[in-house]
């Protein structure tokens, strides 16, 4: 379970997602709009989950499992949970650079203070910040930190590492309506990520089914308004506000290729259907593994997800 896709990306092109930690969702936050859901296990303390030769070895399996047109443009740290939680981050990325493929990062930034931390993310080629506020009660609001996270040190945190990484920097902000999508609060993100003075600032609103159920996306003013005011303050702000699309790559492994993939990305209905035809796969196949709770079935604005379902 730590390698799925490749799954189409707005921001990366094709990309082969690694899941570095294992299990239920561990992180620093519980985030109400997550598409994992809520915080199993909140930790800020970097421990080692798998040895870095065993993501080596499953991304080269993986890789010889697709199509050389899925050939993925990125190999994605992207996972359930906050993937600087594994101490053993940095030494991974050094092993995959043999493959000549570039590696990407995407991290909720709340342990950037710590500096093997921004070591480790300097190995990456690309990486992406969370900034859904910047106001420390908006921040707690939204993003629900561990109790051991200081809202100070995540902002000095992002100020370093700005100014240490060489690979292409880009921020991420969450519209959450009525959170986080009000002018004012909208100013405060935009003078915090001015500082980062990122490469592209990504502005996103929930596509998938959040981990609250009164979770919302920001009405089409409001939307247009963020966009303005990052644009205002050179931010090159880019929207992410529609679907992805349904070429996700596959294995001929259709059982692992949607269980993998279910850990930390939904799939929709219709992308579903593509991944299952492509796997030559008998579509009762989604009945037994709903049946036997490996996953759920989900509707979320008038969408059907399919999500993993982990036991508690």
């Known amino acids: 379970m730590i390698t799925f896709g490749p799954i189409p990306s707005r921001r990366l092109g094709k990309s082969l997602g690694i899941n570095n930690i294992p299990s239920q969702k561990i992180c620093s936050y519980?985030?109400?709009?997550?598409q994992v859901g809520i915080t199993k296990k909140y930790s800020t303390t970097r421990v080692s989950f798998y040895k870095p030769s065993v993501i080596f070895d499953e991304v080269?399996?993986?890789?010889c499992h697709i199509k050389e047109n899925d050939i993925p443009d990125y190999l994605t740290f992207v996972s359930n949970g906050e993937p600087t939680l594994d101490i053993s981050i940095g030494e991974s990325i050094d092993k995959l650079k043999s493959i000549g493929i570039p590696i990407a990062v995407i991290t909720n930034a709340s342990l950037l203070s710590i500096p093997e931390v921004r070591d480790d993310l300097n190995k990456a080629d690309w990486v992406s910040v969370?900034?859904?506020s910047g106001n420390e009660n908006v921040?707690?609001?939204i993003n629900r930190p561990h109790a051991d996270l200081n809202f100070n040190?995540?902002?000095n945190g992002l100020r370093l590492f700005a100014k240490e990484f060489r690979g292409k920097l880009n921020t991420e902000t969450m519209l959450v309506k009525g959170?986080?999508?009000?002018?004012e609060q909208l100013q405060e993100t935009a003078q915090l990520i001015k500082e980062i003075k990122p490469n592209i600032s990504y502005i996103s609103i929930p596509t998938r089914p959040p981990a609250l159920k009164w979770v919302n996306k920001p009405n089409e003013k409001s939307i247009n308004e963020a966009y303005h005011i990052f644009a205002d303050n050179q931010l090159n702000p880019e929207l992410i506000l529609g679907f992805e699309g349904t070429n996700t790559g596959f294995t001929g492994n259709a059982i692992e290729d949607i269980i993998n993939i279910c850990s930390v990305h939904p799939i929709r209905e219709d992308t579903m259907k593509e991944l299952l035809r492509k796997n030559q796969a008998d579509p009762t196949i989604l009945d037994t593994l709903v049946t036997n709770k490996y996953i759920q079935k989900v509707e979320y604005k008038s969408n059907i997800f399919y999500i993993r379902k982990f036991l508690i």
């Open 30 to 34: 519980s985030c109400v709009y997550c």
């Open 60 to 63: 080269k399996k993986h890789l």
């Open 130 to 132: 969370k900034v859904d």
């Open 139 to 141: 921040w707690k609001e």
């Open 153 to 155: 040190e995540y902002k």
């Open 179 to 183: 959170i986080n999508d009000h002018i």
